[in-house]
């Protein structure tokens, strides 16, 4: 009894182990190298055999050590492979940037071994992995982001340069810039002042009343984004846009923040359920359905009106600065 009882158990978890892996998005990017961008993580397999002439014990030990080298240079292939956005690969980041390619160094020797097994002809297989997440993401981002940040605002740079040079004396009154003690007395300043106090006390009792903070707890705790049906594509840079219109998620904010934590912009799964219960978006996801993709890369993602106006406005509201997104391929 004890034995099948034993049986079963082992059956049951060998299941539920292979429906946990079937709902895992993992993108090939070669024979035995992959992205699993359910976990965020690099993964990669590599095989060694003993030489012929070696002891059996320490056959094993060279098999598998180089069983690790041959994970290790798989690592690296699925590493260069990582879509950064659009048709961006970590592999070209790596040829415009010295960080970049100093980071993926870093993440090859930080790779953890999940897997050793030594085999009974003589041979050795070994998995490794390595998570996108961490310094890696916060380099990769570093460059990205700041290269979106510097095309939105070079107008406005522009604007300001053109001030420096011409100077802002035409923009204040010469009597107040020539002499400021002999400007007339404004009643009214003194007014907008004690009704900036007034609003100031307001909102910071507004912000501690049991009502406000109880109604604020029980919004949205993350986001789940349905793209099923798209053909959308998984990458480290996702983006989520209005109906023609400009990009909702994510906003500088949002970059800011996960570039600071190294946090990727999102994960990805294959299933809806396992989405709902995923950690990264707490325990009162806010689901959203994806229409379609936006232009030639299958890396953004578009959103109808009333999504987007619900997105919006949660978003104006501090969401998403400090939760997660996860996206249902």
Request: charged share 20%; aromatic share 4%; with cysteine.
């Amino acid at each position: 009894m004890k034995t099948i009882s034993l049986i079963s158990s082992t059956l049951f978890c060998c299941l539920f182990s292979a429906s946990l892996a079937a709902e895992e998005y993992v993108e090939w990017i070669g024979a035995n190298a992959g992205v699993n961008w359910s976990a965020g993580e690099a993964q990669a397999e590599g095989a060694g055999l003993r030489p012929p002439d070696s002891a059996p014990a320490a056959g094993r030990l060279l098999a598998c050590r180089a069983a690790v080298v041959d994970a290790q240079r798989n690592l690296l292939e699925s590493i260069e492979g990582v879509r950064v956005q659009g048709t961006t690969l970590v592999s070209n980041m790596m040829v415009e940037s010295d960080v970049i390619k100093s980071s993926v160094d870093g993440l090859l020797k930080g790779a953890r071994i999940v897997k050793r097994e030594p085999k009974d002809d003589g041979s050795c297989v070994v998995q490794v992995t390595a998570p996108l997440g961490g310094q890696f993401a916060a380099d990769v981002y570093g460059q990205v982001f700041t290269n979106q940040q510097t095309a939105r605002h070079k107008p406005t740079l522009d604007v300001f340069s053109r001030l420096l040079h011409t100077g802002i004396g035409h923009l204040v009154p010469a009597a107040t810039a020539a002499n400021p003690a002999q400007a007339q007395p404004q009643p009214w300043r003194d007014a907008i002042d004690r009704l900036s106090s007034r609003l100031s006390a307001l909102e910071d009792l507004l912000s501690t009343h049991p009502a406000i903070v109880e109604a604020q707890d029980q919004g949205p705790s993350g986001l789940v984004l349905d793209a099923r049906g798209s053909n959308f594509i998984p990458s480290m840079s996702p983006k989520i846009r209005k109906l023609r219109s400009g990009v909702i998620y994510p906003n500088a904010n949002h970059q800011s923040a996960r570039r600071e934590r190294g946090q990727l912009v999102s994960l990805f799964t294959r299933d809806l359920d396992t989405a709902l219960r995923h950690p990264i978006v707490g325990e009162r996801p806010m689901v959203v359905k994806g229409l379609r993709t936006f232009g030639d890369t299958r890396t953004e993602i578009v959103l109808g009106e009333d999504s987007s106006a619900r997105l919006e406005g949660l978003i104006a509201d501090g969401f998403l600065n400090d939760a997660g997104v996860i996206i249902v391929l």
